[in-house]
């Protein structure tokens, strides 16, 4: 069951329709963003990325919208299915260190109901 | 394909005892990262490698330690655990910066 101080935000959908999960970031030097999602006691797994001089990739039922001027990210998932639940992460790399940190935003819950 | 291995899946230590958790990234991957999640939390950030030389640190405790050996490998060592340290600890790896790190499934700790 889920722990007490859990404050994820979540997202409920009927199953067939669209889900649209957002994230925004505050480094201006990010310049490649991942979304993963994660399951339930298992590591992130990637779904799709965008480099930042791209507003918008499109992958398998699923499509990333990057607005650099608002510093916002959208992972867009069409026709959710139930095993489509789960919990989605925004990740962002940025320019401006010698390493290749990567800086996990936070997740948001998403559940799809049948 | 080959993945990221992380030992031990679950451990149990109590309070002031040390542990030690073991990272297997992918072959030709010259970026090792190593996060934390606690319950419904972020991964946040602990500590990386690129080319077996520490990259950038995060919220590490002193405590920690890390280290990427010879063939890639990399071990977080974590003393005198108190109860906050439970949690997952997950290591990751990464071809290079443009490209996606494939996570392992993870070390449970549990602290008594």
């Known amino acids: 069951g889920e722990s007490v101080g859990l404050h994820l935000p979540t997202l409920s959908v009927q199953e067939g329709d669209n889900s649209i999960i957002n994230c925004a970031y505050s480094n201006s030097a990010s310049d490649y963003f991942i979304w993963y999602k994660q399951e339930s006691g298992k590591g992130p797994q990637f779904i799709i990325d965008?480099?930042?001089?791209?507003d918008k990739r499109q992958g398998q039922r699923v499509t990333v919208l990057l607005n650099k001027t608002v510093k916002h990210l959208s992972l867009q998932i069409a026709a959710t299915q139930p095993g489509d639940s789960a919990v989605y992460f925004c990740?962002?790399?940025?320019?401006?260190?010698?390493?290749?940190?990567?800086?996990f935003g936070g997740g948001t819950r998403l559940m799809v109901k049948p | 394909a080959a993945g990221v291995i992380q030992s031990p899946r679950h451990l149990i230590k109590e309070k002031r005892e040390t542990a030690t958790l073991k990272c297997y990234p992918i072959?030709?991957?010259?970026?090792v990262y190593w996060y934390q999640q606690g319950p419904g939390q972020d991964p946040q950030f602990l500590i990386s490698?690129?080319?077996?030389?520490?990259?950038d640190k995060g919220s590490i405790p002193d405590r920690f330690s890390a280290q990427q050996f010879s063939d890639y490998h990399s071990e977080l060592n974590m003393s005198s655990l108190e109860l906050g340290d439970s949690a997952l600890y997950f290591c990751?790896?990464?071809?290079?910066?443009?490209?996606?790190?494939?996570f392992g499934q993870g070390t449970r700790l549990t602290v008594v």
């Open positions: 490698f690129y080319e077996k030389m520490q990259s």
């Open positions: 990751a790896s990464r071809l290079d910066r443009y490209t996606e790190a494939f």
């Open positions: 965008i480099r930042s001089n791209m």
């Open positions: 072959p030709r991957h010259d970026t």
């Open positions: 990740a962002e790399t940025s320019n401006n260190n010698a390493g290749n940190m990567l800086t």
